[in-house]
């Protein structure tokens, strides 16, 4: 019988099959140095600029937030400050509610 697999590890497998050789022959071709310094940047910039505006407008969508677009350019325009400005500054009082639907239904 079939199972089905988490979306994120799907995910990983994809990326592992598709930028394995890409990595093997960067490290060939060029040094060591240069590629752990392009694969920093990448971690820096998967965190910075895709994680935490990411976790702000989950967050920020979750609280019922009107300003939840703008509180994610923010954070990802300046990452840490964008990212604790909305920790200290953005947070409702309101309870996070997962996977609710907040749209007024007209009937």
């Keep these: 019988m079939a199972t089905t697999r988490s979306p994120i ?10 930028f394995l050789p890409l990595i093997v022959m960067w490290i060939v071709v060029t040094d ?13 910039f998967l965190i910075a600029h895709v994680g935490l505006p990411g976790w702000v407008y989950l967050d920020a969508t979750g609280r019922g937030s009107d300003s939840a677009v703008g509180w994610t350019a923010l954070s990802f325009l300046l990452p840490v400050v964008g990212f ?6 953005g ?7 997962a996977g609710a639907d907040r749209r007024v239904r007209r009937e």
């Design 9 to 18: 590890v799907v995910l990983g497998g994809l990326l592992l099959v598709a």
């Design 32 to 44: 060591v140095g240069t590629f752990a310094y392009f694969a920093g940047f990448a971690l820096y």
């Design 84 to 89: 604790i400005a909305y920790y200290v500054l």
């Design 91 to 97: 947070r409702p009082d309101a309870t996070y509610e």
